[in-house]
């Protein structure tokens, strides 16, 4: 048995060790000290669990979970499983297990000098993972940084969630954005490989190979890209074994040829609006305080089939980040003097969001959550938006941070369901989720890849 924390002292670890049961010790360990505790045995069985099948909405009583070595091997009825006298059992009987949630949005390496320094980050981080959350997406940033930090959180050095990250492609111009030249700090931004200026006579097998040489997992592809270049790096990217991950519009290429190009992932939901036409005019305040049949006929005219037919018809996945949008319009409230653009800006798009992201559920186009909101909100927040305002049922809003996350970021195999084979990511609740999706927080323990953190 291998037992790490916070603790010193060897007599206590070593009294620990003779233990059979892991809850004592966990109940223990938080009376001795409010230090963060991480527990991790190679081979254990979980036993009495209530194991949520979110794929089919459906409840396994009073299972038994064997893990060895980080991943799931066993599970099987209590009443028969075969559990060898040598491993540790965890009784938790009553408890329920879902996978562990995925945000598939965050930005942990924009400024890792400043905001994103890394004391702040790793505290963040620990939040996250208490909170039930085993993996993230970070969508582009300093990948020297990201690829330190995914380091740790993958060997255990620092409590986190896994760390999958992004390199970012766009056109030249883009780069004169601050946010790119903190990112590349002691670099030149758009010529660094994970801040890459591309046009259409960039050496793409070179610049897709530098990226991937990053560590990163996908590449970010995110303004002033054509439909025809926007193919080229798709193509490419899934040569070498890179996923793309791409804004829905791209400016030159629209949010039909990004879809059509082959991109894995789109981001932001309000792209698939056309607001210049309200820019020009300004006519903002035109689109306050309306009833639902104005929104029913603006939304009509936005012609949304077309882009659900082609979304429909690809294996692209939408990422609709709505949490950024309803900030963004719950930020004004609190002022004297609103924003007009802003509040009508938010107002537009969670309008349209009402209308599409059902529709888009119920063609089975598949829906990641992301938060995008510089983790000041966790990704619970969204998955409650799906639940509240988009018809979802607890576990098709859960898939959305399991499952369809896990495929995000390339893992569907590895995680996103409690199956056998799979890796143990686990959170393991208190009361049943399907009941109510904000059981979800009442959390007992979080496990990732096998390791028990409290």
């Not at 653009?341 to 969670?350: D, H, K, N, R």
């Amino acid at each position: 048995m291998k037992l790490s924390n916070n603790l010193s002292s060897e007599n206590i670890i070593k009294s620990f060790a003779l233990k059979r049961s892991l809850f004592p010790l966990l109940i223990l360990l938080t009376f001795i000290t409010n230090a963060f505790a991480q527990v991790q045995y190679q081979e254990y069985a979980i036993t009495h669990v209530n194991v949520v099948d979110l794929i089919n909405d459906q409840i396994f009583e009073d299972q038994t979970l064997m893990i060895s070595d980080g991943y799931i091997s066993d599970i099987e009825h209590s009443t028969m499983a075969v559990i060898p006298d040598s491993i540790v059992q965890i009784k938790m009987s009553g408890k329920y297990v879902i996978p562990g949630l995925i945000d598939t949005h965050v930005h942990f390496g924009t400024d890792p000098t400043e905001i994103d320094n890394r004391e702040t980050t790793e505290k963040v981080l620990k939040n996250m993972l208490l909170s039930g959350i085993t993996s993230v997406r970070d969508m582009a940033g300093d990948a020297r940084a990201m690829a330190d930090l995914s380091r740790d959180a993958l060997v255990g050095d620092i409590p986190s969630p896994f760390i999958y990250y992004s390199s970012l492609m766009a056109g030249p111009k883009f780069f004169e954005d601050p946010r790119t030249i903190s990112s590349a700090k002691g670099l030149n931004s758009g010529q660094a490989p994970f801040m890459k200026a591309v046009t259409e006579k960039t050496n793409l097998p070179l610049a897709v190979a530098e990226a991937k040489g990053t560590g990163a997992t996908g590449i970010k592809t995110y303004a002033m890209i054509s439909g025809e270049l926007e193919a080229a790096i798709v193509a490419e990217a899934h040569k070498q074994g890179m996923l793309v991950w791409s804004h829905i519009n791209l400016g030159d290429a629209s949010k039909e040829d990004v879809i059509k190009a082959g991109a894995d992932v789109v981001s932001h939901i309000g792209m698939i609006i056309d607001f210049s036409d309200i820019r020009e005019k300004n006519s903002w305040s035109d689109y306050l305080n309306k009833d639902n049949i104005f929104w029913d006929e603006y939304y009509a005219s936005l012609d949304a089939d077309n882009y659900l037919d082609i979304l429909e018809d690809s294996d692209t996945i939408l990422e609709p980040t709505t949490l950024v949008y309803q900030r963004r319009k719950d930020a004004q409230l609190d002022k004297k003097e609103p924003s007009v653009f802003a509040l009508a800006y938010g107002e537009i798009v969670l309008e349209v969001s009402k209308r599409f992201i059902p529709e888009a559920h119920k063609r089975g186009i598949k829906i990641a959550a992301g938060t995008d909101t510089d983790q000041e909100i966790f990704i619970q927040e969204e998955i409650y938006t799906f639940v509240d305002e988009y018809g979802f049922s607890p576990a098709e809003a859960l898939q959305t941070a399991t499952i369809n996350a896990a495929q995000t970021i390339g893992q569907e195999e590895n995680t996103g369901t409690v199956e056998i084979g799979k890796a143990a990511d686990l959170l393991i609740l208190n009361s049943n989720p399907l009941q109510d999706i904000r059981n979800i927080e009442d959390i007992s323990l979080v496990v990732k890849k096998g390791a028990f953190f409290k």
